[in-house]
Protein backbone atom coordinates (compact mmCIF):
# COMPACT_ATOMS: atom_id res chain seq x y z
CA UNK A 1 0.00 0.00 0.00
CA UNK A 2 1.64 3.60 -0.66
CA UNK A 3 2.17 5.70 1.73
CA UNK A 4 -0.32 8.49 2.89
CA UNK A 5 1.98 11.14 1.05
CA UNK A 6 2.76 9.17 -2.11
CA UNK A 7 -0.92 8.25 -2.15
CA UNK A 8 -1.39 12.11 -2.16
CA UNK A 9 0.96 12.28 -4.56
CA UNK A 10 -0.44 10.04 -7.24
CA UNK A 11 -4.07 11.15 -6.93
CA UNK A 12 -3.01 14.73 -7.89
CA UNK A 13 -0.97 14.17 -10.27
CA UNK A 14 -3.95 11.85 -11.97
CA UNK A 15 -6.09 14.68 -11.47
CA UNK A 16 -4.00 17.40 -12.97
CA UNK A 17 -3.31 14.65 -16.03
CA UNK A 18 -7.26 14.30 -16.80
CA UNK A 19 -7.57 18.33 -16.24
CA UNK A 20 -4.99 18.66 -18.82
CA UNK A 21 -6.72 16.48 -21.04
CA UNK A 22 -10.17 17.94 -20.78
CA UNK A 23 -11.59 19.73 -23.64
CA UNK A 24 -11.30 23.60 -23.11
CA UNK A 25 -14.76 25.26 -23.06
CA UNK A 26 -15.62 27.73 -25.77
CA UNK A 27 -16.07 31.09 -25.82
CA UNK A 28 -19.13 32.28 -25.44
CA UNK A 29 -20.69 34.42 -28.41
CA UNK A 30 -22.52 37.90 -28.34
CA UNK A 31 -25.19 37.28 -31.11
CA UNK A 32 -26.58 40.60 -32.72
CA UNK A 33 -29.71 40.46 -34.73
CA UNK A 34 -31.53 43.53 -36.10
CA UNK A 35 -31.46 45.50 -38.98
CA UNK A 36 -29.30 47.55 -41.12
CA UNK A 37 -28.59 50.39 -38.34
CA UNK A 38 -26.67 47.06 -36.62
CA UNK A 39 -25.52 45.70 -39.56
CA UNK A 40 -24.68 47.67 -42.65
CA UNK A 41 -22.05 46.98 -45.54
CA UNK A 42 -23.42 49.69 -48.20
CA UNK A 43 -20.81 51.84 -47.55
CA UNK A 44 -20.17 54.56 -46.18
CA UNK A 45 -23.18 53.30 -43.96
CA UNK A 46 -22.57 51.71 -41.43
CA UNK A 47 -24.34 49.66 -38.35
CA UNK A 48 -23.01 50.23 -34.51
CA UNK A 49 -22.49 45.76 -34.74
CA UNK A 50 -19.72 46.24 -37.40
CA UNK A 51 -17.88 48.21 -34.81
CA UNK A 52 -18.68 47.09 -31.21
CA UNK A 53 -16.59 43.91 -31.14
CA UNK A 54 -13.75 46.72 -30.48
CA UNK A 55 -14.98 47.06 -27.23
CA UNK A 56 -14.49 43.81 -26.40
CA UNK A 57 -11.76 41.02 -25.31
CA UNK A 58 -12.35 39.20 -28.32
CA UNK A 59 -9.92 36.46 -26.82
CA UNK A 60 -12.52 35.39 -24.40
CA UNK A 61 -15.82 36.65 -26.44
CA UNK A 62 -16.66 35.75 -29.91
CA UNK A 63 -19.29 38.65 -31.68
CA UNK A 64 -21.46 37.25 -34.46
CA UNK A 65 -23.57 39.91 -35.74
CA UNK A 66 -26.32 38.34 -38.00
CA UNK A 67 -28.78 41.70 -38.70
CA UNK A 68 -29.85 42.27 -41.71
CA UNK A 69 -30.47 45.19 -43.71
CA UNK A 70 -34.35 45.82 -44.59
CA UNK A 71 -35.41 43.56 -41.92
CA UNK A 72 -38.10 43.94 -39.16
CA UNK A 73 -38.87 41.59 -36.76
CA UNK A 74 -41.65 39.73 -38.55
CA UNK A 75 -39.31 39.28 -41.30
CA UNK A 76 -36.57 38.05 -40.12
CA UNK A 77 -38.35 35.17 -38.39
CA UNK A 78 -40.22 34.48 -42.02
CA UNK A 79 -37.38 34.60 -44.08
CA UNK A 80 -35.59 32.09 -41.33
CA UNK A 81 -32.99 34.08 -40.29
CA UNK A 82 -33.90 33.77 -36.99
CA UNK A 83 -34.04 29.94 -36.87
CA UNK A 84 -30.30 30.16 -38.04
CA UNK A 85 -29.95 32.20 -34.91
CA UNK A 86 -31.54 29.96 -32.12
CA UNK A 87 -29.97 26.99 -33.77
CA UNK A 88 -26.75 28.13 -33.15
CA UNK A 89 -27.04 29.64 -29.35
CA UNK A 90 -25.45 27.34 -26.66
CA UNK A 91 -25.71 27.81 -22.90
CA UNK A 92 -23.70 30.61 -21.79
CA UNK A 93 -23.89 33.08 -24.78
CA UNK A 94 -25.96 36.04 -25.39
CA UNK A 95 -27.97 37.89 -27.61
CA UNK A 96 -28.89 41.52 -28.55
CA UNK A 97 -31.62 42.01 -30.55
CA UNK A 98 -32.70 46.11 -32.27
CA UNK A 99 -35.45 46.50 -34.33
CA UNK A 100 -38.27 49.17 -34.71
CA UNK A 101 -37.11 51.07 -38.31
CA UNK A 102 -38.62 48.65 -40.43
CA UNK A 103 -41.83 47.74 -39.19
CA UNK A 104 -44.05 50.87 -39.41
CA UNK A 105 -45.70 50.15 -42.59
CA UNK A 106 -49.59 48.23 -42.00
CA UNK A 107 -48.60 44.74 -42.21
CA UNK A 108 -50.09 42.79 -45.89
CA UNK A 109 -48.61 41.09 -48.48
CA UNK A 110 -47.68 44.39 -50.70
CA UNK A 111 -43.84 44.95 -51.07
CA UNK A 112 -44.35 48.11 -48.64
CA UNK A 113 -46.79 45.89 -45.94
CA UNK A 114 -44.76 42.74 -46.17
CA UNK A 115 -42.92 43.89 -43.36
CA UNK A 116 -45.42 45.76 -41.01
CA UNK A 117 -46.12 44.48 -37.51
CA UNK A 118 -49.07 45.38 -35.48
CA UNK A 119 -48.20 48.14 -33.05
CA UNK A 120 -47.86 47.44 -29.35
CA UNK A 121 -46.90 44.61 -26.83
CA UNK A 122 -50.43 42.69 -26.91
CA UNK A 123 -51.70 39.46 -28.13
CA UNK A 124 -53.92 40.79 -31.52
CA UNK A 125 -53.09 39.41 -34.86
CA UNK A 126 -54.10 40.06 -38.37
CA UNK A 127 -54.53 36.82 -40.62
CA UNK A 128 -53.03 37.28 -43.96
CA UNK A 129 -52.95 35.20 -47.54
CA UNK A 130 -50.32 35.59 -49.75
CA UNK A 131 -51.19 35.48 -53.71
CA UNK A 132 -49.39 32.11 -53.59
CA UNK A 133 -51.98 31.05 -51.17
CA UNK A 134 -49.66 30.49 -48.04
CA UNK A 135 -51.01 32.25 -44.74
CA UNK A 136 -49.22 34.09 -42.29
CA UNK A 137 -50.47 35.15 -38.72
CA UNK A 138 -48.75 38.77 -38.46
CA UNK A 139 -48.33 39.38 -34.67
CA UNK A 140 -47.57 42.89 -32.70
CA UNK A 141 -43.98 43.96 -31.86
CA UNK A 142 -43.77 42.73 -29.05
CA UNK A 143 -44.78 39.14 -29.43
CA UNK A 144 -42.25 38.79 -32.01
CA UNK A 145 -39.71 40.01 -29.12
CA UNK A 146 -40.96 37.64 -26.53
CA UNK A 147 -40.68 35.20 -29.18
CA UNK A 148 -36.93 36.11 -29.85
CA UNK A 149 -36.25 35.91 -25.65
CA UNK A 150 -38.25 33.02 -24.93
CA UNK A 151 -36.55 30.98 -27.54
CA UNK A 152 -33.67 32.28 -26.36
CA UNK A 153 -33.31 31.90 -22.91
CA UNK A 154 -34.88 28.18 -23.52
CA UNK A 155 -31.46 27.45 -25.29
CA UNK A 156 -29.42 28.94 -22.38
CA UNK A 157 -28.44 32.13 -23.76
CA UNK A 158 -29.10 35.73 -22.14
CA UNK A 159 -31.04 38.13 -24.37
CA UNK A 160 -31.03 41.66 -24.13
CA UNK A 161 -33.04 43.98 -25.87
CA UNK A 162 -31.91 47.42 -26.85
CA UNK A 163 -34.31 50.24 -28.41
CA UNK A 164 -33.62 51.46 -31.91
CA UNK A 165 -31.48 54.07 -32.60
CA UNK A 166 -32.97 57.42 -33.05
CA UNK A 167 -33.03 58.89 -36.70
CA UNK A 168 -31.20 62.21 -37.84
CA UNK A 169 -34.99 64.27 -37.16
CA UNK A 170 -35.20 67.20 -34.30
CA UNK A 171 -38.16 68.88 -32.90
CA UNK A 172 -37.33 72.26 -30.44
CA UNK A 173 -33.69 71.62 -30.85
CA UNK A 174 -33.96 67.92 -30.00
CA UNK A 175 -33.74 64.46 -31.37
CA UNK A 176 -37.40 63.07 -31.63
CA UNK A 177 -37.35 59.76 -29.24
CA UNK A 178 -39.13 56.68 -30.23
CA UNK A 179 -40.60 57.07 -26.44
CA UNK A 180 -44.41 56.52 -27.23
CA UNK A 181 -43.74 53.78 -29.67
CA UNK A 182 -41.33 51.03 -30.38
CA UNK A 183 -38.75 52.39 -27.96
CA UNK A 184 -41.14 52.35 -25.00
CA UNK A 185 -42.65 48.96 -26.22
CA UNK A 186 -39.48 47.41 -26.45
CA UNK A 187 -38.92 48.66 -22.69
CA UNK A 188 -42.33 47.25 -21.87
CA UNK A 189 -41.37 43.62 -22.80
CA UNK A 190 -38.23 43.73 -21.69
CA UNK A 191 -39.50 44.85 -18.15
CA UNK A 192 -42.42 41.96 -18.57
CA UNK A 193 -39.92 39.12 -19.77
CA UNK A 194 -37.09 40.00 -16.74
CA UNK A 195 -34.71 40.72 -19.28
CA UNK A 196 -32.23 43.25 -19.42
CA UNK A 197 -32.83 46.81 -21.45
CA UNK A 198 -30.48 48.64 -23.17
CA UNK A 199 -32.38 52.62 -23.82
CA UNK A 200 -29.91 52.63 -26.81
CA UNK A 201 -32.86 55.55 -28.08
CA UNK A 202 -32.19 57.60 -25.30
CA UNK A 203 -28.80 56.98 -24.64
CA UNK A 204 -27.87 58.03 -28.32
CA UNK A 205 -30.12 60.95 -28.24
CA UNK A 206 -28.81 62.58 -25.33
CA UNK A 207 -25.52 62.52 -26.89
CA UNK A 208 -26.85 64.28 -30.07
CA UNK A 209 -28.56 67.07 -27.90
CA UNK A 210 -25.35 67.73 -27.00
CA UNK A 211 -23.83 67.88 -30.58
CA UNK A 212 -26.67 69.48 -32.22
CA UNK A 213 -27.94 69.38 -35.52
CA UNK A 214 -25.10 70.92 -37.59
CA UNK A 215 -22.46 68.43 -36.14
CA UNK A 216 -24.96 65.44 -35.95
CA UNK A 217 -25.85 65.67 -39.71
CA UNK A 218 -22.13 64.27 -40.34
CA UNK A 219 -23.31 61.18 -39.14
CA UNK A 220 -25.91 60.56 -41.62
CA UNK A 221 -24.34 60.62 -45.18
CA UNK A 222 -27.45 60.41 -47.54
CA UNK A 223 -30.90 59.70 -45.36
CA UNK A 224 -31.97 60.60 -41.54
CA UNK A 225 -31.67 57.01 -40.75
CA UNK A 226 -28.21 55.12 -41.35
CA UNK A 227 -25.12 56.63 -39.96
CA UNK A 228 -21.31 56.09 -40.99
CA UNK A 229 -18.68 54.80 -39.35
CA UNK A 230 -18.32 57.57 -36.99
CA UNK A 231 -21.96 57.50 -36.17
CA UNK A 232 -21.70 54.13 -35.57
CA UNK A 233 -19.27 54.34 -33.11
CA UNK A 234 -21.11 56.74 -31.02
CA UNK A 235 -23.73 54.17 -31.27
CA UNK A 236 -21.59 50.89 -30.41
CA UNK A 237 -20.69 53.25 -27.31
CA UNK A 238 -24.24 53.96 -26.19
CA UNK A 239 -24.71 49.86 -26.23
CA UNK A 240 -21.54 49.68 -24.01
CA UNK A 241 -22.93 52.67 -21.54
CA UNK A 242 -25.63 50.37 -21.41
CA UNK A 243 -24.06 47.06 -20.44
CA UNK A 244 -22.20 48.98 -17.71
CA UNK A 245 -24.79 51.05 -16.24
CA UNK A 246 -26.85 47.25 -15.61
CA UNK A 247 -25.16 45.64 -12.77
CA UNK A 248 -27.43 42.80 -14.12
CA UNK A 249 -25.09 42.29 -17.62
CA UNK A 250 -23.13 39.66 -17.12
CA UNK A 251 -21.76 40.73 -20.52
CA UNK A 252 -20.00 43.73 -18.98
CA UNK A 253 -17.09 41.36 -17.63
CA UNK A 254 -16.22 40.39 -21.29
CA UNK A 255 -15.81 44.42 -21.89
CA UNK A 256 -11.90 45.83 -22.48
CA UNK A 257 -11.01 47.27 -19.09
Known amino acids: MLAKPLYYFAAASLLFLLLGFAKPRPRPTLFLIGDSTVRNTNAPQMGWGNVIAAHFDTTRLRVQNNAMAGRSTRTFISEGRWDKTVAALRPGDFLIMQFGHNEGSAPDTSKAGRRGVLRGTGPETKALVWP ?3 PETVNTYGWYLRKFIREARAKGATPIVASMIPRNEWKDGKVIRASSDF ?4 AEVAQQEGVAFINLNELTALKYDKLGPEEVR ?10 NEAGARVNAESVVDGIKSNRKIALKKY ?3
Not at 218 to 227: A, M
Open 183 to 186: GKWA
Open 218 to 227: NFFPGDHTHT
Open 255 to 257: LKK
Open 132 to 134: DGR
